[in-house]
């Protein structure tokens, strides 16, 4: 058990590396992006660009680039933004990360709630019409892509339909953070939260429906049958239980994925400021450092989830434990 | 990998013995000339029944009807440019008038809202003869825009499919097949690959490689070219299809029929390419149209983000950008290639159901 534990730790020592040396090469050494021509902008005189590449470092070997920037983002925390030299960027993703997680954790308590509830009513009636609807209706529901769904969010309840009883308590787009108004903060992400959960719920439905229609045909189900117990005990505590596993692991994937990036359009298209946000806004100005940054910090969110998700597998399982 | 514990957990045999399976060669050829006439005729081959079960799917069916309208309106975007809408769909058209029932109205209107500064594009005329769906900022033919764009978004989807299909076979194959250090060193790539933010590496990549020129010996990528969005989403999803591929040539590997051709010296090439790669190839299929879908809305998000397919050009991610600035006024321009979107995906999701059933019925792959 604890060498497997240690053996996952190294694991994800290792990939953490891989990631940091891969994001610095596709932004620093890949043949065409030029950082120092970034900076200098188009059609700087080469005086300029070595002026820039001096001042930024540039000129250095790249593992002595690499080190720095390692140093700079994750020791002293100083690294400051290429495009305005006063943006501290350690500090601005800090700021950040409230929104991205508030938008997640609401989103994340929706699609667990509607995705159990889809995939337990399409299980207790499979087969039947409402299973077909409920697995349609889930499967148009994963289709939607969510930039889409959240203009079209917008375009009713901020202009067709605002003035209508329905929509009229929506504030305009942008955060409130929860300290200062409570009531507010849950107003402006009642509606980004619907937008990012409804894929997921699909989703979730109809991985829940399949696993536990999967599990029907097990020896125990059969047995639970025999002994008498109610269709709904069987459903609930026999089937559902077993069924929860795959669940959970595809939870904590998503949820580690969402919050190192994946709600990006959710927030671009609601104006929250979140990591995501910022992640874009940098990639319109190109600002490198931003950009490498929030990039590093998600993926090292999401290698961290995996882990987790990883280690309480394998306290939950008794076969991948004894293995 | 988690999800592969997931998948190893929930179907115990899925790394155990290999039942026959389409595709499969039989180990034996045993000789039953003589026995023929006392035996039910040969059952059909595994292709032929996988195929013929698919054709009863009706779901399946229709959903690949609505595809095949879907790709043929696409490849007609031309002639309907040219000869219906009379349009041009990549030059802007700002001083352009149509004949709107009998009146000459032009196609960008002086705004009356808020200052009365900037156009408002004229509205979906519902003529097939021009601006079906009205025009976008710059006096483009919606219509016209939207056939292109899934040109675009169709061609992107299916050459990225098969490039990580092609990548995920070659690299799943080698490291099951041969295992060792290669495996290791290949496992490790792919950990890498699996662990990075779908979409941040997605975005990274673009950023780098969109706006720069890059040539690779004789070759030249424009900035702005098809090649780019297709390598980047063609590179990120080779692990989810890599990972099931080792697995299964790792089980097919410790198969009595593997075991015996290597017991009969055949050599490994011959072993790869006459036993191995016939059942990873039912596999490859069942991905298909799921790496379809997956790539089509990876390729609208990126589009979406100013990231994929480059202005002139048009995809459905970016026929819904150009319309995020008309959203309160001409919501039809984003409105439509979200709609072609969802049916599109929704019949790649039906139709995979449908390859997956018939190709894999005991269904050990769930991707």
Request: aromatic share 16%; hydrophobic share 35%.
């Given at each position: 058990m604890l060498t497997i534990l240690l053996q996952r730790l190294a694991q994800m020592a290792f990939v953490m590396f891989g990631i940091s040396v891969m994001v610095f090469l596709i932004f620093f050494?890949?043949?065409?992006?030029d950082p120092a021509a970034r900076i200098a902008?188009?059609?700087?005189a080469p005086e300029t660009l070595a002026a820039v590449r001096h001042d930024f470092g540039l000129d250095q070997s790249l593992p002595v680039q690499y080190a720095v920037m390692m140093k700079k983002l994750?020791?002293?925390?100083?690294l400051v933004s290429?495009?305005?030299?006063?943006?501290?960027?350690v500090p601005a993703i800090v700021e950040a990360t409230p929104v991205t997680l508030s938008l997640v954790f609401g989103a994340a308590l929706l699609w667990v709630a509607g995705g159990l509830a889809i995939g337990i009513a399409a299980a207790a009636f499979r087969g039947r019409l409402i299973d077909r609807l409920l697995m349609i209706l889930s499967l148009t529901g994963v289709a939607i892509p969510v930039f889409w769904l959240g203009e079209m969010t917008n375009l009713l309840s901020?202009?067709?339909?605002?003035?209508?009883?329905?929509?009229?308590?929506v504030p305009a787009l942008g955060y409130v953070p929860f300290a200062e108004d409570p009531l507010g903060w849950f107003k402006a992400l009642l509606l980004p939260w619907f937008t990012l959960a409804l894929g997921f719920i699909g989703l979730y439905g109809r991985v829940l429906r399949a696993s536990i229609v999967e599990i029907y045909q097990e020896d125990f189900i059969r047995t639970a049958r025999a002994k008498g117990l109610s269709e709904s005990r069987i459903l609930l505590r026999h089937a559902l239980r077993m069924s929860l596993v795959p669940f959970v692991t595809m939870f904590g994937l998503d949820f580690g994925a969402l919050v190192g990036g994946g709600a990006l359009m959710t927030e671009v298209v609601f104006g929250l400021n979140g990591v995501g946000k910022l992640t874009y806004d940098s990639l319109q100005s190109l600002d490198l450092p931003v950009i490498m940054a929030s990039v590093l910090y998600a993926s090292f969110f999401v290698v961290v989830a995996n882990a987790l998700v990883d280690i309480a597998y394998l306290m939950l399982d008794p076969r991948i434990r004894s293995n | 990998m988690p999800r592969d514990a997931a998948k190893t957990t929930g179907n115990p045999?899925?790394?155990?013995a290999e039942g026959f399976r389409p595709g499969e060669r039989q180990p034996a050829s045993t000789d039953l000339a003589l026995q023929e006439e006392m035996l039910d005729p040969p059952a059909p081959s595994p292709w032929v029944s996988a195929f013929r079960s698919l054709l009863r799917d009706r779901a399946a069916v229709c959903a690949a009807a609505v595809l095949m309208i879907i790709i043929g309106a696409s490849v007609l975007a031309p002639a309907y440019a040219r000869f219906?809408?009379?349009?041009?769909?990549?030059?802007?058209?700002?001083e352009g008038e149509i004949l709107l029932n009998g009146e000459s109205v032009p196609v960008l209107q002086p705004s009356?809202?808020?200052?009365?500064l900037g156009v408002i594009p004229i509205g979906p005329?519902?003529?097939?003869?021009?601006?079906?769906l009205g025009a976008d900022e710059q006096g483009r033919d919606v219509m016209a825009r939207l056939l292109y764009g899934g040109r675009a978004t169709l061609l992107i989807g299916g050459l990225a499919t098969a490039l990580t299909l092609t990548l995920a076979a070659a690299i799943g194959i080698t490291a099951g097949f041969f295992g060792g250090w290669i495996d290791q060193v290949l496992s490790r790539i792919l950990d890498i690959l699996w662990a990075f933010p779908i979409y941040l590496l997605a975005i990274s990549l673009s950023i780098v490689l969109l706006t720069a020129r890059i040539e690779i010996g004789p070759f030249v990528i424009d900035s702005g070219s098809l090649v780019i969005p297709i390598a980047i989403i063609g590179i990120i999803y080779v692990p989810y299809v890599a990972r099931p591929i080792r697995g299964q040539v790792l089980a097919l590997r410790r198969s009595e029929f593997v075991m015996a051709a290597i017991g009969l010296g055949v050599p490994s090439h011959r072993i790869l390419l006459r036993d191995i790669l016939p059942n990873v190839v039912t596999t490859l299929i069942v991905f298909v149209p799921l790496m379809m879908a997956l790539n089509i809305s990876t390729e609208t998000a990126l589009s979406f983000l100013s990231l994929g397919v480059q202005s002139p050009g048009a995809s459905w991610g970016t026929i819904i950008r150009d319309g995020q600035s008309l959203?309160?006024?001409?919501p039809w321009v984003s409105t439509a290639p979200g709609l072609v979107i969802i049916v599109t995906i929704v019949a790649l999701n039906i139709l995979g159901d449908g390859v997956r059933d018939a190709f894999d019925s005991r269904s050990k792959l769930r991707p």
């Open positions: 050494a890949t043949p065409g992006s902008g188009k059609n700087a994750f020791v002293t925390g100083d290429f495009v305005n030299r006063g943006l501290k960027v901020q202009n067709r339909l605002h003035d209508t009883l329905f929509f009229s308590w | 045999s899925a790394g155990g219906v809408a009379g349009v041009d769909p990549f030059s802007s058209n700002l009356t809202e808020g200052l009365g005329t519902w003529q097939v003869n021009g601006y079906f959203l309160y006024s001409r």
